[in-house]
């Protein structure tokens, strides 16, 4: 069942939003994702910014012409129309990044701190424990942590890109992958 479009919870990090939205796509649909990126070519080729370049991590690009026929495009939407009244964005870029434990990811931004873009972040799950870690963390400018997000199963995370974060890979008790589809979007102008 898809639930009305609200927010779980909303939170601002130095006056930058971040928005939680669960169950905006029906299990069926989230159980195909999940069956696609068990089964999507990942390389360790991504890095969080360019100091931290040694430590890749794992990525499975998406082509965007395919992002847009996507169930959970329509929900992405919907969210960007709820956070960002009367503003247009496109994407610009979707991959899934894949996390285990001992995995090592790094604290970064999306876009420069005068950047007009939002990152939405999906996780792809069908059962999450919370011992099992692997939350997304936000910070502010002094790198005090700020919000938290769970990696609950089939969960939005819609955030300003210039806010830093990282996701933290999932705990030695958990051997399920963390996985977390981004779409990074970038302001198109009025809708």
Aim: aromatic content about 14%.
């Amino acid at each position: 069942m898809i639930t009305e479009l609200l927010p779980a919870r909303h939170g601002l990090v130095e006056g930058r939003d971040v928005f939680v939205f669960d169950g905006l796509v029906p299990d069926s649909d989230l159980a195909q994702y999940v069956e696609a990126v068990e089964s999507a070519p990942f390389t360790r080729t991504e890095s969080a910014k360019h100091e931290t370049a040694e430590y890749k991590h794992w990525v499975s690009e998406a082509p965007l012409a395919n992002l847009t026929q996507l169930p959970l495009w329509g929900a992405t939407e919907r969210a960007i129309a709820y956070a960002r009244p009367g503003e247009s964005y496109r994407p610009y870029r979707a991959y899934t990044n894949y996390a285990a434990y001992g995995d090592m990811l790094c604290t970064h931004t999306d876009c420069h701190p005068d950047g007009r873009e939002l990152t939405a972040l999906w996780f792809f799950s069908m059962h999450w424990e919370s011992e099992w870690g692997g939350e997304t963390m936000f910070f502010d400018s002094s790198g005090d942590a700020m919000f938290c997000a769970s990696p609950k199963p089939g969960r939005l995370v819609l955030f300003d890109g210039a806010i830093a974060h990282v996701g933290r890979p999932p705990s030695r008790l958990c051997y399920a992958p963390r996985y977390t589809f981004a779409i990074k979007l970038a302001l198109d102008g009025p809708a």
